[in-house]
């Protein structure tokens, strides 16, 4: 069992940045690949970027934020972090934090709970 606290969210205008937090409540190197998604009023979850921590340590972007945001990690904290540049409003959502752990060969997904961004002058 994986449980993830996401942090970071608030008000924050055009142009602004703002970094979200996701800790685990385990070592991360035992977890495959950590992700954000985001979803926004009426729309479905979408995702934002992963890292695979057990995958050769890639990341991967939806178009929509390429080049604005970027998803690290610190090991020593099992904390995973999005960085997020040039905030727009279309930005604003509930940004959730997932990790997808294999035991055994079964693929278990683990959620947070969330954490709001709203971008707004």
């Known amino acids: 069992q994986v449980q993830l606290v996401e942090s970071g969210g608030g008000l924050v205008q055009p142009g602004g940045s703002l970094r979200l937090s996701c800790a685990a409540s385990?070592?991360?190197?035992?977890?495959?690949?950590m992700s954000w998604y985001r979803q926004g009023p009426g729309n479905q979850r979408d995702l934002v970027g992963a890292?695979?921590?057990?995958?050769?340590?890639?990341?991967n972007y939806a178009p929509s934020v390429e080049g604005r945001f970027t998803i690290s990690k610190d090991n020593a904290k099992n904390t995973v972090y999005l960085q997020m540049n040039s905030l727009k409003p279309e930005d604003t959502a509930v940004y959730y934090c997932?990790?997808?752990?294999?035991?055994?060969?079964?693929?278990?997904?683990?959620w947070g709970q969330g954490t709001q961004v709203t971008v707004s002058s």
């Open positions: 997932n990790a997808k752990q294999y035991v055994d060969r079964v693929l278990y997904e683990y």
């Open positions: 385990v070592t991360i190197s035992s977890i495959y690949a």
């Open positions: 890292i695979f921590i057990r995958g050769g340590m890639s990341t």
